[in-house]
């Protein structure tokens, strides 16, 4: 198991920024993918973006490519997502994942594919 707390949410206008972070624990870090994902009220969750072992693939929604930036750092056991031009629909509480030890790529926007979730945090967009 991996033990995740995200960090970063908060209230910003149509149109600003925000970095979440998810600091990782327990299970070597290179080792499996890394995942956000999202839940508005009265949604399911959804996937928002992933990142390869090595950080060398990514792969986005496209409800948020080309505005968010998934990135990680392993050194520091890391997982950033860059949130650019928010928009009030972003508005969510946004979990990062950690893959399932042997995971394919491929599945990567499947929440099956994670078996480690962190507690969220909450991202306010106002219009």
């Known amino acids: 198991q991996v033990q995740l707390v995200e960090s970063g949410g908060g209230l910003v206008q149509a149109g600003g920024s925000l970095r979440l972070s998810c600091a990782a624990s327990?299970?070597?870090?290179?080792?499996?993918?890394m995942g956000w994902f999202r839940q508005a009220p009265g949604k399911e969750r959804e996937f928002v973006a992933a990142?390869?072992?090595?950080?060398?693939?990514?792969y986005y929604a496209d409800s948020v490519k080309g505005r968010f930036t998934i990135s990680r750092d392993n050194d520091e056991n890391t997982v950033i997502l860059l949130m650019n031009n928010l928009k009030s629909e972003d508005t969510a509480v946004y979990y990062c994942a950690a893959g399932r030890e042997g995971s394919d790529w491929s599945a990567r926007r499947f929440s099956s594919a994670y078996d480690s979730w962190g507690q969220g945090t909450q991202v306010t967009v106002s219009s």
């Open positions: 990142i390869n072992r090595s950080g060398s693939n990514t």
């Open positions: 327990g299970r070597a870090f290179s080792s499996y993918t």
